[in-house]
């Protein structure tokens, strides 16, 4: 990785405590950070640049291999303009001497063909990777090696510094499903997508791979993986973060004012939904750690809300994403 660039990426999960994460940062409040417009609301910011990519894939409501020659110039145009405007952030930070920090579900940035091949696998048929160019202060031709499985080139994710915040599958999952089904059916095939923590898992091992000869950053090897249970019991945790990547531990915000009533009224009902509990929390929920989890009982509980069939497809995703999540949470800060 570049070792000359502040730029530092934290790639994340839906219900992985990432916005509580940056409620306590308070990324808004530290100087030396580079914040876009949005930067400053309730639902956090310097994120989400994919998100517009998102919602067009929902629209089109298709895999890739259904895609018609013109929805896939329109997805190959929708990655283009999102990572322009993630270039163009982090290109304003390097030249105000700032930190660029943004934050991104993993499967925001995961390759399509990626996701198709997840689903299936040598059944399926081969599909041509989408990429992204590069300005050529990169070099004169972006490479994706094994293991990068995002839309972005080597050369562009070597140049971020970047934190992996994981929690235990058994809370986000189930947590996950409640929010999204809400607003949006998923088809099984889609949500075996988002069940998982391979996304992360890959990226996690790619950047070890990257890194393994070169100095440490900070004291530290990357990627840094945050586990959601001490970012919530463990205070130091953060604090130790933010010496690391070169802000004020003395603008972290560990309480808050809940958000009134009327101001939830004006936001996005979909962000609502997911920020609920944060919205109307006034410090960090202590009861919300996963200690002393038993999958069976849980497996139990999943069943009499979800159904047996929903139950059990919920404890297979929660067992199988374990190894993952396991390996990642050995590394923690």
Known sequence: ??????????????????????????????????????????????????????????????????????????????????????????????????????????????????????????????????????????????TRTTGNDTIFPNEFLRTWKPTILIRHPALVFPSYYRASQAFFKSSESQLDLFMTFAWQRRLHDWYQTQSSEEPAHGSVSWPVVLDADDIIAEPGVVVRYCQIIGIDPSKLKFEWAPVSSEEKKEMNPVIGRFLSCLLDSSGIQKDKVSTNIDIGIETAKWKAEFGDVLGEKMAKWVGDAMPDYEAMRARRL
Request: net charge negative.
């Open 1 to 142: 990785m570049s070792s000359d660039q502040n730029r530092f990426l934290l790639i994340t999960y839906p219900r992985t405590a990432s916005n509580l994460l940056l409620k306590i940062l308070a990324l808004e409040t530290q100087p030396n950070v580079h914040m876009t417009p949005e930067g400053s609301g309730p639902h956090g910011g310097n994120g989400y640049f994919f998100m517009r990519n998102q919602m067009l894939k929902g629209k089109i409501g298709k895999t890739m291999s259904e895609w018609t020659e013109d929805e896939r110039l329109q997805m190959t145009e929708s990655y283009q303009s999102c990572f322009d405007d993630l270039e163009a952030y982090a290109q304003v930070a390097s030249a105000q001497g700032k930190i660029a920090f943004v934050k991104e579900h993993a499967h925001f940035i995961t390759e399509p063909s990626a996701l198709e091949n997840f689903i299936s696998g040598a059944l399926g048929t081969p599909q041509v990777p989408l990429t992204v160019t590069l300005p050529s202060t990169y070099g004169p031709e972006g």
